[in-house]
């Protein structure tokens, strides 16, 4: 793509360094909330409703619906909102274990699973090490996401990019973590919604309007064919992927835990589901319009960067604050999370350090800047050498997913020990390695998850006690 006119890049300049510091100046005010470590780690049980809804779905709608949905709705039309679906589908599944898990006043998806299966330093290493790869993933795809775009329309180095977007997303975590994450993802998120359905019209109307956009496109990709034009085996594909990496993801938790009202947990978890539904209309509407306007693009993912060229000035730099507003909301949400489990499983389960209130917020501060420099780092180094973080996902998923809800289905009647934990995690990572090796068609993750769980089934039957009336839930301790 050819970078834009000088008045336009520094349009765009100005327009992406107001909203970074209208975001920092959020983190700073909201950040004034945080007055303990349970504060910045967890945002302390304080989020009313609507902004967990909202920062669920800034956290989620990242840089790949700007750039991988919209090529799904650029080849197989509305079929995008299959893929939409299955976060939805997760986010419900979810909410059968909401209530508990708000309950128990956890902090990290480790605290979960030890919560179940009883404190093991083995038990917290892996589950701390299977939550912490999809953000620490998140963190560099966002920060590549930002470089390449920015760079397709302004011409600037990718080095001096990576520096900006890392320093923006400092500023929406060091204030006041997860509270001034959460509530400057609340702000941006509404922002979000707004210029995603407006640049969704505007592309419709830039096509020529709907009228010739059903003339132009295959009518399997905009009428109601559409929505499974993907074809039924990538369906199932995108289901067995995407829903078990919803159902992991520290990130969607963290706002759980974080939720003021404990009735309120479900309630989030639902109506974030359907705002990503928003996101498919973007992805949607966008993908046809570039598909009524230009049909023969050999890259369908080139879909969102080819509509840039296309875009009037002022409109350009409305959409660039947009991609600041979408790519650093996610970006922050993720960098706060792996911090989150560095600092409460690494550092003070695993390690067994209590550094007390300031202490460890301020050691929170200092892990939150290496962890940053270390995602610009790989961002600048290997900015085409990122697929290995796609399967970051689905090794998670795989050694996270039984444990968690299999261990929540069996933990009223047995006495599930770490043994059980321990074998069903690593057994999900061998069972994920050995099929990606092997390359099957159904996604490694189910296999691994398959495997986790038979293997939890089968060492808990081994090793679990049946629980009786009088038998309380306490936490074994196997350090």
Known sequence: MNTGSTGQVIGISIASLLVI????????????????????????????????????????????????????GYQSGWSVFIYEGCVLVGFLLLTLIARWLREQSFTTVPDVVTRLFGQHRLVTSIAALAALVVPFGWIVTQFVAFAKLFGQLTGISTPVLVAVITVASLTFVLPGGLTSVAWADFVFGIFKIAMALAVAFYGIHLAGGWDHITKTVPAKLWSAEGFTAVGWQQAWLWVAAIIPGTLTNQLYYQRVFATKKVSDARKGLAFSGATMLVSGVYAGCIGLTVRSMNPNLTNPEDAAGWLLTQLPSWMLIAFAAFLVATIVATSGAALQSTVATLTRDVYQNIGGKDAGERRTVALSRIITVVVAALGAMLAIAFPAALAWLVATYAYSAAALAAPIFLGYALHRRRQLKPVAAIGSMVAGLVGCGAAQLLGTTVPYAVYGIATSAVVLLVLTAATSEKRTPATPQKVVSNA
């Open 21 to 72: 510091g209208w975001g920092a100046a959020m983190s700073l005010y909201f950040g004034r909330r945080a007055k303990t470590s349970r504060d910045w780690l967890s945002a302390g049980e304080s989020l009313p409703l609507f902004v967990v809804v909202i920062t669920q779905f800034a956290a989620a709608a990242g840089g790949g619906v700007l750039i991988a949905h919209v090529g799904i």
